[in-house]
């Protein structure tokens, strides 16, 4: 028999309104540990051990999230992760076993949303899995909300109600974690946010020990809309450039 699941607000999820997890992992005793805890969190999970499998998987099932592993057998994470959101953008959160800088930026580079580095802990992985998730259902509320405007930033242009950013009138494609990054910077120019402040607002993550993943996402932002407009306050954080009058 099906099971229904009770929200935070005490009103029954039906399992149609579950959402879906892929999690790509060749470690047995990892990708368990993953599954048993997410669906403990009431997702529906299904699992890949290989680069071919997950691809497969994800293109029979479409599901809502993916966990993904960098090192696979058949193909690697960062070629899953290209085919995947080639055929249908989903966000995607990747594993790593190396505390290796230039992984993490070439997996934010190729679409995913998110990294963490092994080991990790069961609760933080959730936590994440949970900020993605409701990161992706502002995204579509507001693409649904009438036109609200654009804020420009001399040639940097951001168009909230349609999440998009151009840069000298060209499209810029940002991850939905970048966009919301950028969005967060913009919304007070010049002034510094700290890394504490940026993780608190942008993933919903009040513990310090993340900062490294606000300052991969940083440099990810650079790279798509130009080192220059983001500025590095060292020991405390960034502030993103504008214009002088």
Not at 75 to 95: S, T
Not at 160 to 178: F, G, K, M, N, Y
């Amino acid at each position: 028999m099906e099971q229904t699941h009770t929200s935070q607000n005490g009103t029954a999820a039906t399992p149609g309104a579950q959402r879906r997890v892929l999690v790509v992992e060749d470690d047995p005793t990892i990708v368990d540990a993953i599954a048993a805890r997410l669906r403990a969190e009431g997702f529906l999970v299904q699992t890949a051990g290989d680069g071919p499998a997950a691809v497969d998987t994800a293109e029979a099932w479409q599901p809502d999230l993916l966990i993904l592993d960098i090192m696979l057998p058949g193909f690697d994470g960062l070629e899953v992760c290209r085919r995947v959101q080639a055929a249908r953008p989903v966000p995607v959160l990747m594993l790593t076993a190396r505390d290796d800088e230039t992984d993490m930026l070439v997996g934010l580079g190729v679409g995913a949303d998110d990294y963490m580095t092994k080991p990790f802990s069961m609760r933080e992985l959730a936590a994440r899995v949970h900020v993605l998730l409701r990161r992706v259902e502002r995204a579509v509320v507001a693409a649904s909300t009438p036109r609200s405007g654009i804020l420009r930033l001399g040639e940097l242009e951001i168009d909230h109600a349609q999440r998009r950013v151009r840069v000298r009138s060209e499209d810029v494609h940002l991850t939905p974690t970048e966009f919301d990054l950028l969005v967060c910077l913009a919304n007070t120019p010049r002034a510094v946010l700290s890394r504490e402040q940026l993780l608190a607002e942008v993933w919903d993550w009040a513990d310090a020990s993340g900062t490294r993943t606000v300052d991969s996402h940083i440099k990810a932002l650079r790279r798509k809309i130009g080192a220059e407009r983001i500025r590095t306050v060292h020991g405390v954080g960034y502030a993103l450039e504008t214009p002088t009058p």
